[in-house]
């Protein structure tokens, strides 16, 4: 069984079993000793959540899985290497600003629901893989088992059997990818796998499954880095400090504004390569822009924070 049919199957199971929300988790046994682990998100901000087992429910937890993507709604894990279904499993989550909080421990319970198939260990997707194809939290039941058939299609493996006459080819389905409000292609269920992979491995995109046949592409947008000026900065005092190593040989005026583009002041005829201005000069502490002219053209735009006291 390839690895995109069992991400799925993990999915869809995880999706029929009741999920409880965080702290709070689902844990259901699957026979050899396989665990699915699952849980709803709807924590405003999530930094970590990490899976833990123990044989005892108070001490000797270690950590078996991190989460790649802590903020994903509605997310699980499928633990195939437990000794045994009888361990005991509790989650380890952090909040904003550095706060935790551990789930109470529990034992996994026998699933009842009809299993959907089975895998081995070694078949499983990857963990960020798993992590970042989901299904929409709205999604009817009619329609998960609809697109669970598809997906089924698009990875299943013929078994080596007597070959018998060929039936009638079916019509050939297609998904419809979406990114943002725009369609951008129509795929063909066969094709799924490979587009998978594409996506998975080779970006930082999410696929999510809007519903049976649609596909929603969510772009990954990096968080911007703040890269101080070499020339106007903060030291550890949070005074502001203009550094300009050829400033007896050039003119300079460093003009200071708020962060809306107001005008504060400037300093003309810059002359000293260091110079500390005190930040008193700007009266409060937050953002502030600065522009430096070097022989009456424009050198640099930038902005630098004043910390609080």
Do not use: C
Not at 137 to 166: D, G, R, S
Not at 211 to 227: E, G, Q, R
Not at 238 to 254: C, E, M, Q
Request: net charge positive.
């Amino acid at each position: 069984m390839t690895r995109i049919l069992s991400l799925a199957l993990l999915l869809l199971s995880i999706n029929t079993l009741a999920q409880d929300t965080l702290p709070r988790f689902s844990a259901f046994a699957r026979g050899n000793d396989k665990v699915i682990i699952g849980w709803t998100n709807t924590y405003p901000t999530v930094s970590q959540i990490s899976i833990q087992r123990s044989y005892d429910s108070l001490r000797f937890f270690k950590t078996i899985l991190t989460v790649p993507d802590p903020t994903v709604p509605q997310n699980g894990y499928l633990d195939a290497k437990g000794t045994n279904a009888k361990m005991f499993y509790r989650l380890f989550i952090v909040l904003d600003s550095g706060k935790y909080v551990f789930s109470k421990s529990q034992r996994p319970t026998w699933d009842t629901i009809r299993q959907i198939g089975t895998q081995r260990p070694e078949t499983m997707p990857e963990n960020n893989a798993r992590q970042r194809v989901v299904i929409a939290e709205n999604m009817a039941p009619k329609e998960a088992e609809i697109l669970k058939e598809k997906i089924q299609e698009a990875v299943k493996e013929t078994p080596k059997t007597v070959e018998k006459p060929k039936p009638a080819p079916e019509p050939e389905k297609f998904f419809v990818i979406k990114r943002r409000d725009s369609i951008i292609m129509q795929l063909p269920t066969k094709s799924l796998r490979k587009f998978r992979d594409s996506i998975i491995l080779r970006t930082r995109d999410t696929m999510t499954f809007r519903n049976a046949d649609t596909i929603l592409i969510k772009p990954f947008i990096p968080k911007p880095v703040f890269k101080p000026s070499r020339f106007v900065y903060t030291d550890n005092r949070g005074d502001v400090v203009i550094a300009l190593p050829d400033a007896r040989s050039k003119s300079y005026t460093v003009k200071f504004f708020e962060d809306d583009t107001t005008p504060l002041f400037e300093v003309k005829q810059v002359k000293e390569t260091y110079l500390v201005v005190d930040k008193t000069n700007f009266f409060h502490s937050g953002w502030f822009r600065f522009e430096i002219i070097e022989d009456g053209k424009e050198k640099e735009q930038h902005r630098f924070f004043i910390p609080k006291d």
